[in-house]
């Protein structure tokens, strides 16, 4: 009876082994892919196409449908178009005359230029304080983890303006220069003083609903995944000659949030100019013409602020965690498959894979629509997708290769 027992776990053991060396294999092999250098020309097409891929974009443009998704009617977008600044003044006191909460204004007065196109403008700035100016952090220390210093308009325009950084994380590595998260909060030097600066998005929430942001900003993130609603269209939005013509009806601003930036010269008319690539963009992979302008970022980052509806993140040691549990239970169950079913091993295996991806992606999506958590399964699907294929590799070709290796070494020795 001790002798079966022995030689079962003998058995199961080997079989064991076999499993954690196959997952073992599987990761070996996406770290090789991995260090591809990216410079090799004939991957080239393919590494730019897929090195601004993220999962979840896929949640957020394709199967998150933007026409289900509530407006937020906090928040009204204006459009400034290339409107000269005399104009920019009147549209700024149309607006103000009609008391939003608050006035951001996403656009930079760097110089005068003359008295006659300067003067209403800075009245205009002088005259309400509930106006928010963008700055800009730049000159970043790597040493201090700092910024030195803050670009902000000429101080004839800034004599009681309240700034607020208008800076978002993109990742432009891969040449499409995505936007994906933002920085709440940074340190920058200001006349020689460190001074924590507000992003511009935050500043405009605040005003609205201290509340919703004292919670958002306790979360005590560096940085956070912008939380999607969709493009322009999912907010009231002005263009530039709307605003300046009496006709056009504007108490519905009372009491909201307005943002004013640049959207072509009218919406009809798109530009490249002061706008990003984002997960609203229709095409994830390759990318088409960049989808959401700047000041529509922003009022993204104010309504997930004001609706109490950021993204948890998931972090690399689960990630990387789950992905070697699920490589490991495929392992596993592609052993029994094999010994169980050797002829209609391809296909059970195929089927395993398939309905592996679509549960991780549904749950990819469910997850982040129901529980606004961003579940990092790329590692995992990369290993559904390599298993079963380096599975074979392994019990075909490299373990009987190791097993010749050692049982010449085992003669020689001899």
């Known amino acids: 009876m001790n002798s ?63 026409s289900q998704i509530a407006s ?33 204004i996403d656009a930079f007065f760097r110089q005068p230029k003359n008295d006659a196109l300067d003067s209403a403008l800075v009245r205009v700035l002088s005259e309400n304080t509930n106006i928010i100016l963008v700055s800009k952090l730049s000159t970043y220390n790597a040493s201090r983890d700092k ?8 101080p004839i325009f800034t004599r009681k303006a309240t700034f607020a950084f208008a800076n978002v994380i993109s990742d432009s590595v891969s040449g499409f220069n995505t936007v994906r998260e933002f920085s709440p909060k940074e340190t920058v030097r200001v006349h020689g003083r460190d001074s924590v600066q507000y992003a511009f998005s935050v500043e405009l929430a605040r005003r609205l609903n201290p509340g919703a942001t004292k919670r ?11 939380n999607f609603r969709g493009n322009y269209s999912r907010f009231y939005t002005l263009d530039a000659d709307e605003v300046l013509d009496p006709a056009t009806n504007l108490d519905f601003v009372r009491g909201k949030i307005v943002v004013m930036g640049y959207m072509g010269t009218t919406l009809e008319e798109p530009s490249l100019e002061d706008i990003f690539y984002t997960p609203m963009n229709p095409r994830n992979v390759g990318k088409t013409l960049p989808d959401m302008y700047g000041i529509v970022v922003h009022a993204n980052i104010i309504s997930m602020i004001l609706h109490d509806a950021p993204i948890n993140t998931m972090s690399p040691i689960v990630a990387w965690l789950l992905a070697g549990v699920i490589c490991y239970l495929n392992m596993v169950l592609f052993h029994y498959l094999l010994d169980t079913y050797t002829q209609l091993y391809q296909v059970f295996s195929l089927m395993v894979q398939i309905t592996e991806s679509v549960m991780l992606l549904s749950a990819l999506v469910y997850i982040l629509d129901e529980l606004g958590y961003k579940a990092d399964f790329t ?13 074979e590799l392994y019990a075909q070709s490299f373990k009987p290769l190791v097993q010749t290796f050692v049982e010449k070494m085992k003669a020689s020795s001899v």
């Not at 009204?76 to 920019?88: A, M, S, T």
């Not at 910024?147 to 000429?154: A, G, N, P, Y």
């Open 147 to 154: 910024f030195d210093s803050l670009e902000t308009s000429h």
């Open 4 to 66: 079966t027992f022995s030689q079962w776990l003998q058995t199961r053991w080997k079989g064991q082994r076999d499993n954690f060396f196959a997952s073992l294999s599987v990761f070996v092999v996406i770290g090789a892919l991995a260090s591809v250098p990216v410079n090799v020309d004939f991957l080239n097409p393919f590494v730019q196409a897929f090195a601004d891929f993220d999962l979840t974009d896929i949640a957020f443009s394709r199967l998150r449908a933007e």
């Open 216 to 226: 958002f900003l306790e979360r005590n993130q560096e940085s956070e995944v912008i």
């Open 379 to 391: 590692l995992s699907i990369t290993v559904i997708a390599l298993s079963a294929g380096v599975f």
């Open 72 to 104: 937020d009617t906090s928040i009204v977008i204006v459009n400034i178009g290339k409107l000269p600044r005399p104009l920019i003044a009147a549209q700024i006191e149309r607006l103000a005359a009609h008391q939003p909460k608050v006035i951001g």
